[in-house]
């Protein structure tokens, strides 16, 4: 029995947002093999469920890079930020106008005023991403609406004044290199947290406990699978804990090349099925 780990956006999910027929085919025949598939992403994960759901699939699953890991439909573990940090990071952010989503176990919040920080963002040098569509940045940028998932603030003490909330994850958009380098530096000086990026355009903010790796090896001491028996399927930087601790590590042909770096081995493009060849070819028998 094997654990295979994958990733979502730029990995699973297709350049159209789709898991397509042959990753679908592929996980399904892992799984008929006594193979555990599991989904570790940094969407949330009532977000990563509502796609699972659409192809009825019911898989373990580890949202917010790895905070959240789900089995069964009872979570197994919830990595938390300390209030501290959530206070010092949210101030920060507000001072430098920066929009930024606050990941909880009740949903996703946004600051009320997310549309304007992001104009005041583009106002400055940008960060120029290749081949990052028009509409693909429109959908990184626009203010999202308010939903049984998303809602909004004023102020982020709205949140911390209720008692039983715990905050996952930062997601923090950066739109240009200055104000990129600046909280970099920030959360570096920061000994309790840990941040990544599944984006040029973003910074993601945990707890240091917090990733995907610990979200691997929670699962599988879940299902008494050792380590050198996973495998991690990803294609940024957000992905290099799992991909570091799984006894196989998989690079999309889409990676970024440190991610690739570190891999044994590196498979197709998520616009090829990059995840049903390397499945086919290391997994299936």
Same mark, same amino acid.
């Given at each position: 029995?094997?654990?295979?780990?994958? !990733?979502?956006?730029?990995?699973?999910?297709?350049?159209?947002?789709?898991?397509?027929?042959?990753?679908?085919?592929?996980?399904?025949?892992?799984?008929?093999?006594?193979?555990?598939?599991?989904?570790?992403?940094?969407?949330?994960?009532?977000?990563?469920?509502?796609?699972?759901?659409?192809?009825?699939?019911?898989? %373990?699953?580890?949202?917010?890079?790895?905070?959240?890991?789900?089995?069964?439909?009872?979570?197994?573990?919830?990595?938390?930020?300390?209030?501290? !940090?959530?206070?010092?990071?949210?101030?920060?952010?507000?001072?430098?106008?920066?929009?930024?989503?606050?990941?909880?176990?009740?949903?996703?919040?946004?600051?009320?005023?997310?549309?304007?920080?992001?104009?005041?963002?583009?106002?400055?040098?940008?960060?120029?991403?290749?081949?990052?569509?028009?509409?693909?940045?429109?959908?990184?940028?626009?203010?999202?609406?308010?939903?049984?998932?998303? $809602?909004?603030?004023?102020?982020?003490?709205?949140?911390?004044?209720?008692?039983?909330?715990?905050?996952?994850?930062?997601?923090?958009?950066?739109?240009? !290199?200055?104000?990129?380098?600046?909280?970099?530096?920030?959360?570096?000086?920061?000994?309790?947290?840990?941040?990544?990026?599944?984006?040029?355009?973003?910074?993601?903010?945990?707890?240091?406990?917090?990733?995907?790796?610990?979200?691997?090896?929670?699962?599988?001491?879940?299902?008494?699978? %050792?380590?050198?028996?996973?495998?991690?399927?990803? !294609? $940024?930087? $957000?992905?290099?804990?799992?991909?570091?601790?799984?006894?196989?590590?998989?690079?999309?042909?889409?990676?970024?090349?440190?991610?690739?770096?570190?891999?044994?081995?590196?498979?197709?493009?998520? $616009?090829?099925?990059?995840?049903?060849?390397?499945?086919?070819?290391?997994?299936?028998?």
């Amino acid at each position: 029995m094997k654990l295979i780990a994958i !990733d979502l956006d730029g990995t699973l999910l297709s350049p159209e947002m789709e898991i397509t027929k042959e990753s679908l085919e592929a996980m399904r025949k892992a799984q008929s093999q006594g193979h555990i598939v599991m989904i570790c992403s940094g969407r949330a994960p009532e977000d990563i469920q509502q796609i699972l759901d659409k192809y009825e699939f019911s898989i %373990p699953l580890a949202g917010s890079n790895g905070t959240v890991v789900q089995a069964e439909g009872e979570v197994l573990k919830r990595v938390s930020m300390n209030r501290v !940090d959530i206070t010092t990071i949210a101030q920060k952010l507000d001072h430098e106008r920066v929009p930024y989503r606050i990941y909880t176990d009740s949903g996703i919040f946004l600051p009320a005023d997310w549309s304007k920080r992001v104009e005041y963002a583009m106002e400055k040098e940008q960060i120029q991403v290749e081949g990052l569509s028009d509409e693909t940045y429109q959908r990184i940028t626009e203010q999202p609406q308010k939903s049984s998932l998303i $809602n909004f603030f004023s102020h982020h003490s709205e949140l911390l004044n209720e008692q039983e909330l715990t905050v996952q994850k930062f997601f923090v958009l950066t739109l240009n !290199d200055s104000i990129k380098a600046d909280l970099t530096a920030y959360f570096e000086g920061i000994s309790t947290i840990g941040f990544t990026s599944s984006h040029p355009l973003n910074i993601e903010v945990m707890d240091r406990e917090g990733n995907k790796g610990n979200a691997l090896k929670r699962v599988a001491n879940h299902y008494g699978i %050792p380590l050198h028996d996973t495998v991690a399927i990803g !294609d $940024n930087f $957000n992905d290099l804990p799992m991909l570091q601790v799984a006894g196989l590590s998989v690079a999309m042909g889409n990676a970024e090349p440190q991610v690739k770096e570190v891999c044994d081995v590196v498979t197709y493009s998520n $616009n090829q099925n990059g995840v049903a060849y390397a499945l086919n070819k290391y997994v299936i028998k």
